[in-house]
């Protein structure tokens, strides 16, 4: 049987967070007595076969000793190729667990290329994969299907039409495809968001603002796709005394060293202390946002609770967590059944494939000589 590959780096901001993700998984799954292949993808774009067993210190300098080249290929004959002294092998897995986190890797970049090079992985399809990593067309495809959340809106240069958000400040500025906490900053009126927005590189490639409501507590909860539908206990994050963001050093650096760092050992209340009815509608928007955004996997989900009155709000989804939300199954599901199901349902699913039927050369032959088509399209004639 083929073995399976766990795939983390990545060309990203959170490529640190990535490999310790990676690391992780990778000794969850061999503990587990699962056959595993780890291949780390560095940041400047090169992929790498890595001895298992490494440490996050190995990748200070990048990949780790021991460490083999490896080729990707696209075409007919693609895939993944260790090169050796005398040819090139194929690395053959049954399928990828995607420990890639923001950026290329969990935007759906990385799904289009293990489509391409007909490797089942997991981390969603590419368009699922690059709807979660869109925080405005996220919370667009939330609004329509009725689940509540917060207005958010596209940051927009001054003078655009409708530039100015319905919403008064202050506002809370966020990267509008980038992951986790990072480039998050919080301002008191739109000429700050735009002047953060300016100089950020987190944020010119586009930013979103929405109201900051620092009397909202942070809930998440994970839900996971096979063998069916299930979720995670609801957990809340423990944010610093200041009531700030929840951020990207509480979320990752809190835990200190070791392998339990990060996310699995951040401050959090597990499970939350909040009345029933409102971890049931948690669960009951969980359960519509993994039927309209069609996410797979073990996604994590993000909503922002108003203690005061009970009100919950979809925030974000997560559809490749830190740590890979593994400490949100404890009490309910082994971590290595969390990843192998993620990995059976990628390689079961398969790769992807275009529909067809829709040529048979019909529009080919009707299109007679593509000079004709160019008429009236080269512009006014002097």
């Known amino acids: 049987m083929s073995p399976w590959a766990v795939v983390f780096g990545g060309p990203s901001p959170e490529h640190e967070i990535s490999i310790l993700t990676g690391l992780q998984a990778e000794r969850v799954l061999t503990r587990a007595g699962e056959d595993v292949l780890s291949l780390y993808w560095g940041p400047t774009g090169a992929w790498h076969l890595v001895p298992t067993g490494t440490e996050a210190k190995d990748y200070l300098e990048g990949a780790p000793s021991g460490a083999k080249p490896v080729d990707v290929r696209l075409g ?19 399928a990828a667990l995607s420990c890639l986190h923001g950026g290329l890797g969990e935007g759906g970049g990385y799904a289009g290329l293990m ?21 405005l067309a996220f919370s667009g495809v939330v ?19 409708d530039a100015t958000p319905a919403f008064p400040g202050p506002y809370i500025v966020k990267p509008r495809f980038g992951g986790s906490s990072i480039g998050i900053e919080i301002v008191d009126d739109l000429a700050a968001a735009r002047a953060v927005a300016r100089a950020s590189v987190h944020l010119r490639a586009g930013a979103v603002v929405e109201p900051y409501r620092r009397d909202l507590v942070d809930l998440n909860i994970a839900f996971r796709t096979y063998p069916s539908l299930e979720l995670s206990e609801i957990e ?34 597990l499970p939350a202390d909040i009345p029933e009815d409102v971890a049931d509608r948690i669960r009951t928007y969980a359960r519509r946002v993994a039927a309209v955004t069609l996410t797979t996997g ?4 993000d909503f922002l609770y108003d203690e005061s009155n009970g009100d919950v709000y979809v925030n974000e989804i997560n559809t490749v967590p830190g740590a890979m939300g593994l400490y949100l199954w404890a009490g309910r599901v082994s971590a290595a059944d969390v990843l192998r199901g993620m990995l059976v ?6 790769v992807p494939a275009a529909p067809s039927g829709f040529g048979s050369g019909a529009a080919l032959r009707a299109a007679g000589g593509i000079a004709g088509k160019l008429v009236g399209l080269e512009g006014p004639r002097a």
């Open 76 to 94: 007919a004959d693609g895939g993944f190729f260790v090169k050796g002294r005398l040819r090139a092998e194929r690395l053959d897995v049954a």
């Open 115 to 135: 489509a391409l090079l007909g490797v089942p992985t997991t981390g969603g399809s590419l368009y699922a994969s690059a709807l979660g990593m869109d925080k």
């Open 143 to 161: 609004a329509a299907a009725g689940i509540p959340a917060l207005p958010r809106v596209a940051l927009e240069p001054e003078g655009s039409p």
């Open 236 to 269: 809340r994050p423990l944010r610093a005394a200041d009531g700030g963001v929840y951020s990207y050093a509480d979320k990752y650096l809190a835990g200190g060293a070791g392998e339990d760092a990060g996310m699995a050992s951040a401050p959090r209340e």
């Open 298 to 301: 073990a996604p994590r989900l």
């Open 345 to 350: 349902e990628a390689r079961d699913a398969g």
